[in-house]
């Protein structure tokens, strides 16, 4: 069995080397009323994914919404220990930047690729925040096209 892998490039929010299974949205999260930070998981009445836990995964989504207390939500996951191993994001804002510097987890943005078209959710990633370098091993066949940025 093959397995497909690709390389996305992007810019070092914060700093550090992971890896682990990535967790995918295409829905914003809300930091206020959106997460439970003790139990890591997300509680969004209509998210798509209310009750899933994003504790020691790779959480990949568009970015935050809501007001500033999702930095705040977010540093208390990290007392917690349910944070997610690393964010990588496709829209950066204060709101974002500012949690992932409190949760002190790698964190990317401005990718070469737009990573919600290419990780799924299951797929094996390392981030390598430091490099840029964001290497997926997916679970799943994709395209050529979309393995290669083509």
């Known amino acids: 069995m093959s397995v497909d892998t690709a390389v996305l490039k992007g810019r070092k929010v914060v700093g550090g080397v992971v890896e682990g299974e990535a967790l995918v949205t295409r829905q914003t999260i809300s930091g206020w009323g ?66 992932a510097v409190v949760m002190r987890v790698p964190s990317m943005t401005d990718f070469d690729r737009n990573p919600l078209d290419l990780i799924e959710t299951g797929d094996w990633v390392k981030v390598d925040a430091d490099r840029g370098i964001v290497e997926v091993r997916m679970i799943a066949p994709r395209s050529a096209a979309l393995r290669t940025g083509s």
């Open 34 to 99: 959106g997460i439970n930070p003790t139990l890591g998981t997300i509680t969004e009445t209509r998210h798509e994914l209310r009750g899933v836990s994003f504790k020691d995964k790779i959480l990949v989504f568009p970015g935050a919404k809501g007001s500033s207390g999702w930095s705040a939500m977010f540093h208390m996951t990290r007392l917690s220990g349910t944070a997610p191993k690393a964010l990588l994001f496709t829209e950066m804002t204060t709101k974002v930047a500012l949690g």
